[in-house]
């Protein structure tokens, strides 16, 4: 299966999702949990992942290395400070933030499974080759910087 690997950018993964949980959520039964409640769930979700993504991409930026998870290999710089200090991947954990808010919205308990199937699938087919990638690229500096922060959270 390694022919996937890095193989669907994760802004397309994420879409392709959250439409499998648009679907879900229309043929199977609702959550009983009250619309205010998912509401609320929803907001701080979207402001969790609204605040990791773009600063993630401007730390990047700032850094003058590439964004493109495609092109991993081209990474100029290894990005440790800021919100990298905190999460390996910032950029996918906001995805992932995002499908769940979308799933708390739709109010369905099968469409929880997408965030699951999101975080797996990135996690197997995005993150493991570019950590692959970056130890390549950066050696002990990169095995430090995986050695004190988390991939996730």
């Not at 022919?3 to 999702?17: D, K």
């Not at 979207?46 to 993630?56: I, N, Q, S, T």
């Not at 590439?66 to 400070?81: F, G, I, Q, W, Y």
């Not at 999460?87 to 933030?97: I, S």
Request: hydrophobic share 55%; charged share 15%.
């Amino acid at each position: 299966m390694s022919w996937l690997e890095t193989r669907i950018p994760p802004p397309v993964l994420t879409l392709a999702i959250a439409a499998a949980m648009g679907a879900a959520a229309w043929i199977l039964p609702p959550s009983p949990l009250p619309w205010r409640a998912r509401a609320v769930a929803t907001v701080v979700l979207l402001l969790a992942g609204g605040a990791f993504g773009p600063v993630a991409i401007r730390s990047f930026l700032r850094a003058r290395t590439t964004t493109d998870p495609m092109r991993v290999e081209r990474a100029s710089s290894l990005v440790t400070t800021g919100v990298y200090a905190r999460t390996r991947n910032p950029m996918y954990l906001a995805l992932a933030l995002l499908l769940t808010a979308w799933a708390a919205w739709l109010g369905s308990a099968a469409a929880l499974l997408g965030p699951i199937v999101f975080v797996a699938y990135i996690t197997r087919f995005q993150i493991l080759p570019e950590e692959r990638a970056l130890t390549a690229r950066f050696g002990a500096e990169y095995q430090r910087y995986r050695d004190a922060v988390r991939r996730w959270l």
